[in-house]
């Protein structure tokens, strides 16, 4: 894969009509240096294979897809498995169930000046899951999560105390924190640009 202004590693699992509209919508975003790289750690043949269908019928040459054969069902672990393997400047990391707005990529680098750390506030659509949504950001029904934000690809620290047994944790929040007490230069775009099922 070429360089690029941002690499979408975006985790799968059982949800490829999910991955389908979430590729469609970084197809449709305004500012077209990207690249994808699609991490299935799918938990059947059956489900990679329409993850990978999936991919295909989207058709877009900057989506590669890359099957990680984890026996671990934790998103961040897939996650970091293509962090491995990108070459944009940012890096940013969708749930195969996450679809964002045409403006998303422009809107967030647009904002960064600089900054090692960008990121946005995330709608969930609990009609959907039931998911309370974590990590709030008052007064907003909006969230942070992976989905929402965009590091420098050199400054990428990983997702700290991740779980293994695919449960939910708040390693995605645990990551900001962590990098904002670093010292990484970071920005808040003050918009919900990006819905996460």
């Known amino acids: 894969?070429?360089?690029?202004?941002?690499?979408?590693?975006?985790?799968?699992f059982n949800?490829?009509?999910?991955?389908?509209?979430c590729l469609l919508s970084l197809c449709l975003q305004t500012r077209t240096d990207w690249t994808a790289i699609v991490t299935d750690n799918a938990d059947s043949s059956?489900?990679?294979?329409?993850?990978?269908?999936?991919?295909?019928r989207v058709g877009d040459g900057r989506i590669a897809y890359r099957y990680t054969g984890s026996t671990c069902p934790s998103c961040y672990h897939s996650a970091e498995a293509g962090a491995a393997r990108a070459t944009g400047?940012?890096?940013s990391f969708p749930s195969d169930d996450s679809y964002f707005v045409p403006e998303f990529l422009e809107r967030m680098l647009e904002s960064a000046d600089g900054?090692?750390?960008?990121y946005c506030d995330v709608l969930y659509d609990r009609r959907l899951t039931g998911r309370?949504?974590?990590l709030q950001c008052e007064p907003?029904?909006?969230?942070i999560d992976k989905t929402s934000f965009l590091v420098r690809r050199d400054k990428f620290i990983g997702f700290p105390d991740k779980r293994n047994d695919g449960m939910a944790c708040p390693a995605d929040g645990q990551a900001i924190e962590r990098m904002i007490q670093l010292g990484?230069?970071?920005?808040?775009?003050?918009?919900c640009l990006v819905v996460h099922n």
Do not use: K
């Not at 894969?1 to 799968?12: D, E, K, L, N, Q």
């Not at 949800?15 to 509209?21: A, D, F, I, N, V």
């Not at 059956?46 to 295909?56: F, G």
């Open 115 to 118: 900054a090692d750390l960008i």
């Open 184 to 191: 990484y230069g970071h920005r808040h775009v003050d918009e």
């Open 132 to 134: 309370r949504a974590a």
């Open 1 to 12: 894969m070429t360089a690029s202004a941002c690499t979408f590693v975006v985790s799968a």
């Open 15 to 21: 949800r490829p009509t999910h991955l389908e509209l």
């Open 46 to 56: 059956v489900y990679s294979e329409m993850n990978e269908d999936a991919v295909r």
């Open 89 to 91: 400047t940012y890096l």
């Open 140 to 143: 907003r029904v909006c969230a």
